[in-house]
Each structure stands twice: as structure tokens, then as C-alpha cells.
């Protein structure tokens, strides 16, 4: 499975963007998948998680009701909204795929990465 995340810019602080993450070469459907951020100078974290059937989701503290994981296993592609973004939220973000239907949230439970895309939230 390869994975090419997109949807990433330069916003303001407050504003909005989609990030999109599609998946080719086998079906997002069967895989849980999620989204990490790796800020400079920092390890990659954990930002949220959505199970196969998009049933369970899971986000870390400090995006909830921010950040919305979505799903659409027909177009195999995962979003990530995030809205009332702040400078603390600049970093790569990756997509990634897991071989369960279970989300996960640690960074060991993911098979499958994206390349990556930027997003930098200015004050």
C-alpha cells in the first residue's frame, strides 16, 4: 500500500485546513489508519486515529474539538479537518495505514507511511 498525504499550507492562527491522505496499490478499506505530526527538532507524535469501519476515533489531548478524522473507503482516502489552528500545530504531518481494522495510537502499530506535508500556522 503507498500512501500520498496532501492538503497542507500556510494558515494563520484560527484558520482552517483539510488534510487528505489516498491510498494506492490496496484498499484503505481493510486498514485502520492515522495521522502523525513531527514538529523540528521534536519526535513524531500521535494526532488521531480512525478505525476500519470508521466507527472508533481517537485523538491526542491537545487537538480535540479541533480536529476532525474522517474516512471515505470508497474514494480510499482519510481526511484530517483541522480548524482553529495554532502556531503550536506547525509540523509535517503523515498519514499512515495499519494492517487491522483496530485504530491504534503509537507509531509501532503502523505498517504503511506517507511522504508527508507541510503545515505551518503563522501568529
Known amino acids: 500500500v503507498q500512501l500520498q498525504a496532501y492538503g497542507g499550507g500556510l494558515v494563520q492562527a484560527g484558520g482552517s485546513l483539510r488534510l487528505s491522505c489516498t491510498a494506492s496499490g490496496g484498499t484503505v478499506g481493510s486498514y485502520a489508519m492515522g495521522w502523525f505530526r513531527q514538529a523540528p527538532g521534536k519526535e513524531r507524535e500521535f494526532v488521531a486515529a480512525?478505525?476500519?469501519?470508521?466507527?472508533?476515533?481517537y485523538y491526542t489531548d491537545s487537538v480535540k474539538g479541533r480536529f476532525t478524522i474522517s474516512r471515505d473507503n470508497a474514494k480510499k482516502t482519510v481526511y484530517l479537518q483541522m480548524n482553529i489552528l495554532k502556531p503550536e500545530d506547525t509540523a509535517v504531518y503523515y498519514c499512515?495505514?495499519?494492517?487491522?481494522?483496530?485504530?491504534?495510537?503509537?507509531?509501532?502499530?503502523?505498517?504503511?507511511w506517507g511522504q508527508g506535508t507541510q503545515v505551518t500556522v503563522s501568529s
Open positions: 480512525i478505525s476500519w469501519t470508521g466507527s472508533t476515533t
Open positions: 499512515a495505514g495499519r494492517g487491522l481494522p483496530a485504530a491504534g495510537r503509537s507509531l509501532g502499530e503502523y505498517d504503511y
